[in-house]
């Protein structure tokens, strides 16, 4: 069979090329890796692609939870400041409570007191960086404001543990812990449920209850109130009608529902006596600053595992409604509470300022030397405006010890996703050096055989 002098230098140049190939492919895996594309290893190339995007993954979740933690660690801090001014307003709360204080007494304490209450609205206003911590989703609008002139804001009778008990049905769970204030013309005082309508006055609610837990009574029965709003059932009562969310009273002739400039103006209701008299009777107020919030109740979610995001695990962050819980004005029964719309579903949202609303009551109240009123509301207020603080701060500390886990966690993970890498993509060195000196061996012996048996040309193949 003739064989052409062609034939053989194209059969020739195909194995040289091949060889020459060869050894390029084993001086690249010189890098470190023994994975360039797809036709090196089918198998372990899709195995490097999955570890790849888990390590992609991992370091994802991994500054998740380092922007969390760093979010977490300031709002921590800044509501650990809180609870300290707090503790320190309770205390000269109790101070103010004392009735052999003077007038000066008062005003000394009120002073302080007024300037702590102010360092509370601006820490509520801290940032890290240029968002704000306690703006929810909104976290670029400040979220607290001061009104600069004072408004008349309801008076609520704040509940001690005991009366809270005694004043909640049976079947209740124990929640209800405020009623509205009223006064008639002669200035006595009665408290109003606001869920049943049922009046008292303000003896059997300071003291006349405890006569009636000593005779075995545990809970507030029918009969014990003074009266109730007339037609509660029908008149469609809500506490949103007569105050606005954050506690300011309504101006009832006002179309725009605007607040009232002055006591006088206070709105009433008509109630029904125990004697079967009814008669007006007017919602007892308090000139204050009013706070308002300007976030909203969303939270923010940092993922830090795969899988649906968890709401309760993943959040970083602390709303106003969080931290400052709610009141009578606007909890879920006074109509006050704002619908949002958040994936799909409703979320009822408080003023997220009922708190520090709730401290500037007793502010005022110490400025108009009110001690019996210290006594009986001032105390419990502080106490529960500081319990809010801290159930709030407590709940941004588990979650910060679970970020602190899940770090861990995964820095661990990396180490073993590293390995599984480096298992399936790295090279043999001392395997890779010998088939690097063979394929340099093969290439240069081709080379030399070739300069040897290949005709020049056609006259000397002949």
């Not at 601006?122 to 240029?130: A, V």
């Not at 006064?183 to 008292?200: A, P, V």
């Not at 179309?255 to 009777?281: E, F, M, Q």
Request: include cysteine; aromatic fraction near 8%.
């Amino acid at each position: 069979m003739r064989v052409s002098s062609t034939q053989i230098v194209y059969r020739y140049q195909q194995q040289l090329n091949s060889a020459y190939e060869e050894q390029i492919r084993t001086m690249e895996k010189g890098d470190g890796s023994k994975l360039h594309r797809p036709s090196d290893n089918a198998v372990d190339y899709s195995k490097y692609l999955r570890y790849t995007n888990n390590d992609t993954e991992n370091l994802q979740y991994q500054d998740n939870v380092k922007s969390g933690m760093s979010w977490m660690r300031t709002t921590n801090a800044t509501m650990g400041n809180m609870t300290d001014i707090l503790k320190t307003l309770k205390e000269k709360t109790v101070n103010a409570a004392t009735e052999t204080n003077e007038g000066s007494d008062f005003d000394d304490i009120a002073k302080e007191f007024k300037a702590k209450m102010y360092e509370i609205v601006s820490l509520g206003n801290t940032q890290l960086g240029d968002r704000y911590l306690f703006s929810g989703q909104s976290d670029l609008v400040q979220p607290f404001s001061v009104s600069v002139e004072e408004k008349y804001r309801g008076l609520a009778k704040t509940l001690d543990d005991p009366q809270s008990v005694f004043f909640n049905d049976v079947d209740d769970s124990g929640t209800y812990s405020q009623m509205l204030t009223l006064e008639d013309d002669s200035g006595s005082l009665y408290f109003l449920n606001t869920q049943t309508g049922k009046l008292y006055s303000e003896d059997f609610v300071q003291e006349g209850y405890k006569d009636k837990k000593a005779a075995g009574q545990t809970h507030v029965a029918s009969g014990d109130e003074a009266g109730e709003i007339t037609n509660f059932a029908a008149s469609g009562f809500s506490v949103s009608t007569y105050f606005k969310n954050t506690g300011e009273a309504i101006d009832q002739s006002s179309a725009t529902g605007a607040g009232i400039t002055s006591a006088a103006d206070a709105p009433t209701i008509n109630v029904t006596l125990s004697d079967g008299s009814t008669k007006d009777l007017t919602f007892v107020t308090v000139k204050q600053p009013i706070v308002s919030y300007s976030g909203d109740p969303k939270y923010i979610s940092m993922v830090k595992r795969n899988g649906v995001v968890d709401q309760t695990a993943d959040t970083v962050n602390v709303t106003g409604q969080d931290m400052n819980g709610s009141d009578i004005f606007d909890d879920k029964n006074s109509g006050n509470q704002t619908a949002l719309m958040s994936d799909g579903t409703v979320c009822y949202a408080s003023s997220g300022t009922a708190m520090m609303n709730e401290m500037f009551t007793v502010l005022a109240k110490m400025e108009e030397h009110d001690s019996r009123w210290m006594t009986t509301d001032g105390v419990t207020v502080a106490d529960k405006a500081h319990f809010s603080v801290i159930n709030a701060q407590t709940t941004v500390a588990a979650r910060q010890n679970v970020y602190e886990s899940v770090q861990s966690m995964l820095e661990t993970q990396r180490v073993s996703i590293t390995t599984d890498i480096n298992d399936v993509s790295s090279t043999d060195v001392a395997e890779l050096a010998v088939k690097l000196m063979e394929a340099q061996t093969i290439y240069n012996m081709s080379l030399s055989l070739g300069a040897r048996i290949l005709p020049q040309s056609l006259a000397d193949y002949l």
